[in-house]
């Protein structure tokens, strides 16, 4: 036993329900050694306790000896099961184990949450005790995921609509895109990207990435030809006859337009 207190004597007990098993005295205000696990046939020993009940653990480092106390050994029958419950904290879920008496947890799959790495098990809620799958299972309990949480990345693509190709960007969830170099088409002029390949939507490069996104490119003709984006109608000049001779002329006709009120 471990030493350093006054002269007074003190008996620390050691005992299984009602029985004791051993007795020792020990000076006051000092600290007793823990004795070797008792054994006990049909059984297993779980530890020492502070209670009769067997719902506080004995902390033989940190607890002076004041008066006389007794210390109660817990025991588990050899083919009683307990229930290893996961409490993941809001990510994937894991299956509970049942584990007999005296044997080990298997160690379950990492579980898996949105924008946050896996830190391990532990066995309180408040995430200060790592559980040590080594150890045998002695009672029902819960284990507690902890997590880091990590800054998602998302990948903004730009659909140049047959323009210079436009290389993607990977954004940190929250921030922004990176507004490129204008791409380049033959014929065309650049007029913007849009959040939807309608280009209706012009996109803002202030507002933040939170999910995968495909930007479009939206073009304007030059003069002819059409495709990605408003383009600039063609004309036709139309001339009228009588008898094979010209009689009239009319610039400017669209496609598509009645020639009914355009007729001389």
């Known amino acids: 036993m471990a030493g350093g207190g006054g002269d007074e004597k003190l008996t620390v007990s050691f005992v299984d329900g009602d029985s004791e098993l051993s007795n020792v005295d020990i000076d006051k205000n000092s600290y007793v050694t823990e004795p070797a696990a008792p ?8 530890g020492w306790y502070s209670d009769s009940a067997c719902t506080k653990e004995f902390d033989f480092k940190n607890t002076k000896i004041t008066e006389n106390t007794k210390i109660y050994a817990k025991f588990v029958a050899n083919d009683e ?16 184990q049942t584990i007999n008496a005296g044997e080990k947890v298997t160690k379950p799959a990492d579980p898996t949450k949105a924008n946050n790495k896996f830190a391990g098990w532990y066995c309180d809620s408040a995430l200060t005790q790592p559980y040590d799958f080594s150890s045998q299972v002695l009672s029902s309990f819960t284990l507690y995921a902890k997590w880091t949480a990590e800054s998602g990345t998302y990948t903004v693509t730009f659909n140049s609509n047959g323009g210079s190709a436009v290389p993607a960007q990977t954004v940190k969830a929250g921030e922004k895109a990176v507004k490129p170099a204008n791409p380049t088409k033959s014929g065309y002029s650049f007029s913007g990207w849009y959040s939807d390949a309608s280009l209706i939507t012009q996109y803002d490069f202030n507002s933040a990435v939170n999910a995968d996104i495909t930007l479009c490119a939206k073009w304007t003709s030059n003069g002819g030809g059409g495709g990605g984006g408003p383009v600039t109608p063609t004309t036709y000049t139309v001339t009228f006859c009588n008898n094979n001779e010209t009689y009239a002329t009319v610039s400017g006709i669209t496609s598509g337009t009645s020639l009914g009120d355009k007729m001389p």
Request: charged share 10%; proline share 0%; aromatic share 16%.
């Open 81 to 96: 099961k307990f229930t290893v419950s996961f409490n993941t904290n809001g990510g994937s879920s894991i299956a509970s």
């Open 39 to 46: 054994t006990k046939e049909g059984y297993i020993f779980a």
